[in-house]
């Protein structure tokens, strides 16, 4: 039997679809900020949309992970696939509320609880990023062996 | 029930605030309570889903008989009486507002539900029932080719349309059952960009000299923007004769239905207050028109009250801000408006107003969805908002949704402009005249 390595990062179409979020939250964050600095509607108008595009690619990521999660072997709550898996649901549901507050009208669409949502919103799709990517190119396992 | 109601549970469960229950606010009248603002994460939307009349009527109080006069219209919404008795209806759905972000797309969707799934007609149909009794002898296309006319009025032998974008002069002669359209004359262009609340109420004033347009704002609070507001929630003054227009009132958010009051010749309208701060809240109003006005949209509502959400702040417009003069309810939407005076209906309708209320969505208990009736003595509101007609909805499911009303003296009958089931109703007495009725100044 040839020696197999196991994985640690992540599948390469995971780790694409995790880019939306990671790029798009700090770019609602970015046009929040341009938003209150200006008043100008069509900063606001571009985090509803920046938010919703990483809510609809953050669903698909939060679903795999939660399945990478499950079938894994380490269910400790401080690495791995359970960590991972823990930030990337805490993004999507902080976005989901976001993406609501945005909904409001003029000033009440961002505000202060708008940006203090983005901000947490961009801090968990960094960290979860961080936590999938922080093994790429580090290490493989070989098989068979305890890990 | 079937009536929808669209809530996101997870948001719900986080509760960041609360929402819904209108509990047992005194929204109407002239000092309306004013409850704390509620904005909650999920706006609050519930549309009664459409059904059918299956033969049935809406109600009416004793003594009064209702008829549909014309079914199977292209989406009515306002009415003018013509000298001879002749009834025209406006016909058509406006607006291009287009969607900027995912909130228009749901909402649209979701509001949608609640209208006709008919076609505008974009024209004027007449209706004839000269031997009154309830069957139009003459249903003609009068004019055709328009664009979401809406406001109409009359006026020494020319026929004014409100369309969407334009206000048009038709030359009428007596009689006449069809007009072309390529007669008309362009009185002047109406504010058309975006359009989002795209309808052109309209009245001539008592001599007849004056022409007032009622033109919507651009957005609920200003959440498209303020450039796109110039000239949007004001009411314009347009010279009969030269075309010339001023801005006669401004800040008053959606003024849906114009007409003089018969007392004072004053103009007066009803209009459509803010959404998303509650369930009562902002009222709906009725009110007169004061020349040079302007009430609070969208800085403040009724007054001096301050709504958080446009930016930049104008405390120096909100210092300008006057209180409108009746609370008709939050969230009814009341679109038509009409005058009856000289005790011309009798009994407890002596003078005063109806309104046509279109029915809420913005609230979980439904609001509006009736044709209301305002008494007047001196020339002003005075006493309670009664229903008059109801039985709009049922079980939650609305067969009609009102819009225009008009009262015509010399035959005592209430029209009544009917967008979801495409009725014109007819109520009148059920008893014929003890005298024959005076018909107001």
């Not at chain 2, 000298?83 to 979701?110: F, H, M, Q, S, T």
């Not at chain 2, 109806?354 to 044709?371: A, E, I, M, P, T």
Request: with cysteine; proline share 7%.
């Amino acid at each position: 039997m040839p020696p197999r390595t196991l994985r640690t990062g992540l599948h390469p179409v995971h780790a694409i679809l995790l880019s939306f979020p990671v790029a798009l939250f700090p770019a609602g964050l970015a046009s929040d900020i341009a938003y209150l600095n200006s008043a100008e509607i069509q900063w606001s108008n571009l985090s509803q949309w920046a938010i919703t595009g990483a809510l609809i690619f953050g669903a698909i990521v939060a679903i795999w992970a939660a399945i990478d999660a499950l079938r894994s072997r380490d269910r400790s709550l401080h690495r791995g696939p359970m960590l991972y898996f823990v930030l990337v649901a805490a993004m999507w549901v902080l976005g989901l509320i976001n993406a609501f507050k945005h909904s409001q009208d003029a000033w009440s669409s961002v505000g202060t609880t708008g940006l203090l949502l983005s901000i947490l919103c961009t801090a968990l799709a960094l960290a979860a990023a961080w936590i999938a990517h922080a093994d790429a190119g580090r290490t493989t396992v070989p098989a068979g062996e305890p890990a | 029930m079937t009536a929808l109601r669209w809530t996101a549970a997870t948001a719900l469960a986080l509760s960041l605030a609360a929402c819904g229950g209108s509990d047992a606010v005194r929204d109407t009248g002239p000092n309306p309570e004013l409850p704390a603002i509620q904005q909650s994460l999920v706006p609050t939307i519930k549309i009664a889903s459409p059904a059918g009349w299956e033969g049935a009527l809406p109600t009416v109080p004793d003594g009064f008989t209702i008829v549909p006069l014309a079914t199977d219209l292209r989406i009515p919404r306002q009415m003018l009486v013509l000298p001879n008795g002749d009834l025209l209806v406006a016909e058509g759905r406006g607006g291009n507002a287009p969607k900027l972000r995912p909130k228009d797309v749901i909402a649209g969707y979701i509001k949608a539900l609640g209208n006709t799934q008919v076609e505008g007609g974009d024209r004027l149909t007449l209706l004839r029932d000269a031997d009154g009794d309830g069957t139009p002898e003459v249903r003609t296309v009068f004019i055709d080719g328009l664009d979401a006319p809406y406001g109409l009025a009359f006026v020494d032998g020319a026929l004014y349309v409100a369309n969407q974008d334009a206000l048009l002069r038709f030359p009428y002669t007596d009689g006449q059952t069809a007009i072309p359209r390529s007669t008309a004359v362009e009185v002047t262009k109406l504010p058309s960009q975006v359009n989002h609340h795209w309808t052109k109420s309209l009245a001539a004033s008592a001599d007849g000299t004056k022409l007032y347009v009622g033109i919507g704002s651009n957005s609920n609070v200003g959440e498209r923007g303020m450039a796109i507001e110039e000239e949007r929630a004001v009411v314009w003054e347009i010279d009969r004769a030269t075309g010339a227009r001023r801005t006669y009132a401004s800040g008053i958010r959606n003024p849906t239905a114009l007409a003089i009051n018969p007392w004072t010749n004053g103009l007066w309208a009803v209009v459509n207050e803010r959404d998303e701060i509650g369930p009562n809240l902002v009222p709906d109003y009725l009110t007169s028109v004061q020349p040079g006005a302007f009430y609070g949209w969208p800085w403040s509502y009724w007054g001096k009250n301050v709504d958080p959400r446009p930016r930049p702040e104008r405390p120096d417009m909100i210092a300008r801000a006057i209180a409108p003069d009746y609370a008709l309810g939050a969230h009814v939407a009341a679109l038509g408006l009409t005058f009856v005076g000289n005790g011309a209906l009798g009994a407890g309708y002596g003078d005063g107003a109806f309104v046509g209320q279109h029915g809420s969505w913005n609230r979980s208990d439904l609001s509006g969805y009736k044709v209301s009736w305002v008494p007047f003595a001196n020339g002003r509101p005075a006493g309670e908002q009664q229903d008059f007609v109801t039985g709009f909805l049922v079980d939650g499911k609305a067969r009609g949704r009102p819009v225009g009303v008009t009262f015509h003296a010399p035959t005592r009958a209430l029209y009544i402009a009917d967008d979801l089931s495409n009725t014109i109703w007819r109520v009148t007495p059920s008893a014929a005249p003890q005298a024959p009725a005076a018909a107001p100044s």
